[in-house]
């Protein structure tokens, strides 16, 4: 083991039916540094903390810690605590009707008898200690997001933890609170705790860290000093396209036209809705393909929800071929031509256990009315046809979607909107966990559509798909949209750079 | 020989087909039930044609026993099922609601004086004030559930309290009797027709749902919101309303129920009458093999379910059992029945059924 070192992991494997997603990684963490552990979505870093913390088993590989000099085994939550292993998920996993002392000490307590008093006063000597606003004896609940996080911290510190995971702490604080994190983790950074930083906001992980560590593909990238990796660097480690031979993609589709004229399909100013991003502008032409790009988090999902009526809008006008109208929840985007299909397709897409014919349907008949069901001719008609025409492979119209494989469910939530004919058709993520098969033909489909005439908003995690089909993309960092990139500019390494920020 | 073979392979794979489809389970209790009292007293199955007190032909036995006092429970479990579905959560409030109801008909009709010679208003106008007022108070469960958010058990568990003492209130605490022969043709028989008219109204209840469930869409919005509430809003629907609805139809049912009850009897009881219907009604949802946290439902299959509580109740009165005792043999029976119909149970079913199937075609090949 390096000296220094508190947590070792080397040559992690770990495979799930069919994919594998860790692949031989390693993993070093020292006392007293913040180490970002960076890397698209899928590339593993969920997967690395896991079964660092005992939630996976992993199937090949060795885990070291500082003071144990053979390999440890961790094989369940309670493992990885014993040894000083604490992780600090973004969801909050208190218990917000308890006190913050209870929370803090709840489950470690041995014995039945439970001293009260003790308790209170141990628990502020904590909170002071790493100076929390916040007393024993107030209700978790009452303290702000923010503050909780710092408990959740708090008592992990207390476990006597010597490495600290914090999965996403910050997306849900506001800046201020991210700033009083940030000290938090300095100071602990200060007392030699190892801290493990995951976090999609670029600008967060170069203002504490001290190291970054980049996954991609369930592959290790490397691991970099903060001082030698700037930001583009950074970006281009984690999409996997090195800078010099970034052979642009010849796009498939048609160029932006900068100096057509035309009245856009669709234009909103000034939107914003409740999902906590800055108000933007956007406009989309007859028969265009543009996109959002961003990292994840960036903003980008928030911005079409917002688009379609799907969170609360908050303000901004909203125009539809000209004309002014109000979209205030999904029913009002449907009835103006536009459809969207969302990111989460288990949770938004599907309906699970009603039938692949229910499933295509569905959004025409609450477009056709309460009063006017299909009949079952006309319903297994339109199954039928594009069941047929985007090839979706099922037993019959009658199977549950759910049995459905996810390219195929999402295959037909895509048949679905079709089906309403929609003049707009936003497209978040739509080839996500997909096979590549299906994705081409997703792809080709897009561009198909939009040579029909329809406008299509694409987004996707894989930079080089939207290079294939968008002749416009809007580009997001931190929930604000930062630029905009068309024709010649339309490059990875541009792309990244203005994710990146500029070259700073 | 051959001709035998595929007709046998296709009775068995009809009957697995059988029994994994839903409907299977309220008629395999039915089934169930009836074999019992076949075996052990074929004389349940006796109708006999009489007149009642009152001079009319009338149909009796243990067979329309059942068809006469399950009328209430099919119905409320229409709306029970519908509610289901769409908030995966139950109506404990329909007992009380119906009590309310009923205390609702019993003061349009009397009117200021508890005991009238003649009727106040007419039945119908009584049985729509009804209609009315226990629509709104199912509107008041609603929203409660769809816009407040609250658990539907927590939330209909306020009227499940107040429910009676309001039945009560409505009355004076009076219990008002009604002497007008015809409005008790509603829970009893009209004259010349040996079949009872509850029976009668509980096939009208189970043909406009039908209608209903064909000609428009409730079926799929109250399915589609129970399954995925996120998907069916960014579908267009309106989850909340779709909730909300689904609460003012079981109150319409409520009235129906209600109406029924106090019919029978001419007068009510506000601490009995439809006592623990919300439990039956419940239970009718399960037995019909629905997932009681929503989603895709059988309203056929909870219809039957009803009827096979009320098969289940009488064949209990049948044996003598005290009615006292009669929820704990009751609670033995529902057991044994969910248990069946437990997922787990019919997996491990049709499996054995697919093991014994080879060897008997096996054995008759040779």
Known sequence: MKE????????????????RALQGVDFTLCEGEIHALMGENGAGKSTLIKVLTGVYGKDEGEIFLKGKDKAVAIHSPQDAQRLGISTVYQEITLCPNLSVAENMFIGRTSGVCQNWKKMNTDADRILQSLDI?????????????????????????????????????????????????????????????????????????????????????????????????????????????ELDDMSDIKGESKPYDKDDQSAPVFEAKGLVSNAGIKPFNFYIKKGEVNGFTGLLGSGRSECVRAIFGADRVLGGTVKMDGKEIKIGKPLDAMKNGIAYLPEDRKVDGIVGDLSVRENIILALQVLKGFLKPFTKAEANKFAEDYIKLLGIKTASADTPIKSLSGGNQQKAILARWLLTDPKYLILDEPTRGIDIGTKIDIQKLVLKLASEGMSVTFISSETDEMLRTCSRLVVMRDRKVVGELSGEELSQSMIMSTIAGGDK | MKSIETNKSNVSGFFSRLVRRQIFIPIAALLLLAVFNLVTDPSFYKITFGYNSAGNPVLSGYLMTILDSGSELAIL????????????????????????????????????????????????????????????????????????????????????????????????????????????????????????????????????????????????????????????????????????????????????????????????????IAKDIEMDAILAVALGGNALSGGKFNMAASILGAYVIQFLTTTLYK????????????????????????????????????????????????
């Open chain 1, 4 to 19: 220094k070192a508190v947590l070792e992991m080397k040559n992690i494997h770990k495979s799930f039916p069919g994919v």
């Open chain 1, 133 to 241: 606003p916040a007393k024993a004896a107030q209700q978790l609940a009452s303290c702000s997001i923010a503050v909780q996080q710092m408990i959740a911290i708090a008592r992990a510190v207390d476990m006597d933890c010597k490495v600290l995971i914090l999965d996403e702490p910050t997306s849900s604080l506001d800046e201020q609170e991210v700033e009083k994190l940030f000290r938090l983790m300095r100071d602990l950074r200060a007392r030699g705790v190892g801290i493990i930083f995951v976090t999609h906001f670029l600008d967060q992980v170069y203002e504490v860290c001290d190291k970054i560590t980049v996954l991609r593909d369930g592959k290790l990238v490397g691991e970099y000093e903060i001082k030698d990796l700037p930001r583009v660097k950074l970006v281009s480690k984690m999409l996997g396209k």
């Open chain 2, 77 to 272: 479990a229409i709306g029970m099922t519908l509610v289901t579905a769409a908030t995966g959560g139950q109506d404990i409030s329909v007992g009380a609601a119906i009590a309310i109801s009923g205390s609702v008909i019993l003061r349009v009709l009397c009117g200021t004086n508890s005991r009238p010679e003649t009727l106040q208003a007419p039945i119908i106008v009584a049985f729509l004030v009804a209609c009315i007022v226990a629509m709104l108070f199912g509107a008041f469960n609603g929203v409660l559930v769809a816009y407040f958010r609250i658990q539907p058990m927590v939330a209909t568990l306020i009227l499940f309290t107040a429910g009676r003492p309001i039945a009560a209130w409505i009355n004076n605490n009076e219990l008002p009797i009604i002497n007008e022969p015809s409005f008790g043709y509603f829970g009893g028989f009209i004259p010349g027709i040996p079949v009872p008219t509850p029976f009668f109204i509980a096939v009208a209840c189970m043909i406009i749902i039908a209608l209903v469930l064909r000609f428009t869409n409730l079926g799929l919005y109250t399915q589609a919101v129970g399954i995925n509430e996120s998907s069916s809003r960014l579908n267009g629907l309106n989850p909340a309303f779709i909730k909300f609805l689904t609460f003012v139809i079981l109150g319409l049912c409520v009235a129906v129920a209600g109406l029924i009850k106090v019919s029978r009897f001419s007068t009510i009881n506000y601490s009995v």
């Open chain 2, 319 to 366: 044996f003598n059992v005290q009615s006292d005792a009669l929820p704990a043999y009751k609670a033995i029976v529902v057991i044994v029945l969910v248990v069946l119909s437990a997922p787990i149970v019919r997996e491990w079913l049709s499996g054995v059924w697919k093991k014994i199937r080879p060897e008997g075609h096996g054995k008759e090949v040779a």
